[in-house]
Structure formats: structure tokens, C-alpha cells
């Protein structure tokens, strides 16, 4: 791409984060999250979707690292986090078991008033759905973990929120600093799952199964696409998935 169309594209991005923002609304769709083998539907991941506009039509892929990078990614969580306080305790009536995942930037917890936005938001919900949750945290920027994050997290996790990280083994991995990171569950990255026929990647998951088993940390793959894929997760120990082979992401009406 020229570097032209590259900040045409960018500015037709911030556009679309700022109508959002001013708007204070936001599109979710939530994606299942499946036990095997008896495939039972576990959890709902709330994923965000700007609305068609003068903008085109915007993915999250693109959006979300602009919204980082120009430092508008805590205004645009703040309304998603808006829209899943409604939504929390209707899907939650429905379905009182599930886990319901948000997804968390590491920038956003960094925000100076980042333990009182979100102790008050925990403290509209009932606690009941407070145990619910689960706020997945992208490794891509664990680099920006500081002991002052590390401290939010905790507390988040006293509060009774799991911590999930994300895109585990997606490539920022820092494994030396796994052990100082507290989290509670880890969410293989896409890649995983699409390349588990290869001997290597099969060895890294199982032994992904055996660090998690060890630990007592919850494990879920994502990104799985076909049966053969998730066969071969099962067998290699990995019992909780979600991808485009079970449900894609769906509107909250699909699931009420
Ligand atoms: P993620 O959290 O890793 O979410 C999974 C992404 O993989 C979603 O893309 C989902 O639609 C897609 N996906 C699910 N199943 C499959 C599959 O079987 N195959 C493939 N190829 N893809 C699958 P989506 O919704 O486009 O979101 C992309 C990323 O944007 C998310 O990755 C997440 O990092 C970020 N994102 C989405 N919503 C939010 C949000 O509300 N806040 C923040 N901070 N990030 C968000
Ligand atoms: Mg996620
Ligand atoms: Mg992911």
C-alpha cells in the first residue's frame, strides 16, 4: 500500500472511532467458546463492530491497532464495556453458566483513572455476573506490562474477573516473564489450531497442556476451523475451543 492510501485509510478510520465515540455506540457480536468432546457451548467472547458508514466497512483488525496507536482505544472501549453491562445480565439469564470475554487493551489499563472506571462499572453489576467474567488481554502489547498493570490486574482478579491472555504464542511471547504475569487462563493464538498437523506445532500445544495442567490454568484454542483440527486439540489435550467451526459470531438476539 502507498503511504498515501495508508493515511487516506487511517483517517477514514478515525473518523469512524470518533463517530463511535461521540455516539457512544457501538455493534457487538459474541462467538462461542465449546467443551469437547460433547461440543456444550461454555462461553460467549464479545467482539466490537463498527457500524457501515461514509467510512466503508471497518474490521477490528483494522481498527483496533489505529485506535491504539492514536490514543483512542480507552474512549472506544468505554463504550463497548457501555453496551456489555446491558448485555451481561440478559445473556446471563438466559444461560447462567457461560463465561462471558471482553476483551481488555493493556493501554486502556494504563489510563490514569483506569481502577475507578472500572470499579465502578463492576459495581453496577450484580456479583453474580461479576464471576462471570473474563477479560482477555492481547500479549501483543505485554511489553507494556508494568508492575502498576500487574497491580490492576490483581485487583481485577480479587474482584473475581479471570484474566485470559490472549494470542498466546502469536509472537511478542515473552516467556522469561510468564511466571511475573498474573493471569488465569491461556488463549492459544489462531495459529495453533491451523497448523496442529505439523509435528512441531502439535509438541508446542501438548506441551502448552502440560505447563497449564501443572499450574492449574485454564487452556482454550482458537481460530478452529475444521473437525480434523479439533480432533486433533482433543487429543492433544485441549478440551475448550471456539472459531468459525462451531459458531461464527453472532448478534446477542442469536443467542437468546
Ligand atoms: P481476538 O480477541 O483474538 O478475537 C478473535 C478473532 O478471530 C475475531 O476477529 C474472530 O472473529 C476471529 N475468529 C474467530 N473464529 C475464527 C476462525 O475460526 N478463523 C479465523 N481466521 N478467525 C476467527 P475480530 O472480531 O475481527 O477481532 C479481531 C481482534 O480485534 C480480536 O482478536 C481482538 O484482539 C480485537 N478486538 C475485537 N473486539 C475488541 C474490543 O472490544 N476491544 C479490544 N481491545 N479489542 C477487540
Ligand atoms: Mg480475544
Ligand atoms: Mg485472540
New binding site residues.
Given amino acids: 500500500m502507498k503511504q498515501d492510501d495508508l493515511t487516506d485509510q487511517t483517517r477514514k478510520i478515525e473518523l469512524a472511532l470518533l463517530s463511535v465515540i461521540n455516539q457512544q455506540k457501538i455493534d457487538l457480536v459474541y462467538q462461542g467458546q465449546y467443551k469437547l468432546p460433547s461440543n456444550q457451548l461454555v462461553g460467549l ?1 464479545a ?1 466490537c463492530r463498527i457500524p457501515p458508514g461514509p467510512w466503508g466497512d471497518v474490521l477490528p483488525d483494522q481498527f483496533i491497532p489505529v485506535a491504539e496507536e492514536i490514543g483512542l482505544i480507552t474512549q472506544l472501549e468505554r463504550v463497548v464495556f457501555k453496551q456489555i453491562a446491558i448485555d451481561l445480565p440478559q445473556l446471563l439469564k438466559r444461560h447462567p453458566h457461560l463465561r462471558i ?1 471482553i ?1 481488555l487493551s493493556i493501554r486502556h489499563v494504563t489510563a490514569p483513572d483506569f481502577s475507578s472506571f472500572i470499579e465502578g462499572w463492576l459495581n453496577a453489576l450484580s456479583e453474580s455476573n461479576i464471576e462471570r467474567l473474563d477479560f ?1 488481554i ?1 500479549e501483543t502489547y505485554f511489553q507494556l506490562i508494568s508492575p502498576t498493570v500487574i497491580d490492576s490486574l490483581q485487583t481485577l482478579r480479587k474482584r473475581g474477573v479471570r484474566i ?1 491472555m ?2 498466546f504464542g502469536s509472537g511478542q511471547s515473552n516467556l522469561s516473564r510468564l511466571h511475573t504475569l498474573p493471569f488465569d487462563v491461556i ?1 492459544l493464538d489462531k495459529q495453533f489450531a491451523q497448523q496442529i498437523d505439523h509435528p512441531i506445532v502439535r509438541a508446542i500445544v501438548k506441551a502448552t497442556v502440560a505447563l497449564t495442567q501443572e499450574f492449574g490454568i485454564g487452556l482454550i484454542a ?1 481460530g478452529v476451523e475444521t473437525t480434523s483440527q479439533a480432533l486433533s486439540l482433543q487429543e492433544a489435550g485441549c478440551h475448550l475451543v471456539q472459531g468459525y467451526f462451531f459458531s461464527h459470531p453472532h448478534p446477542i438476539a442469536h443467542w437468546l
Fill in positions: 467472547e467482539l470475554s476483551n482477555e492481547t485470559v490472549d494470542d488463549k482458537e
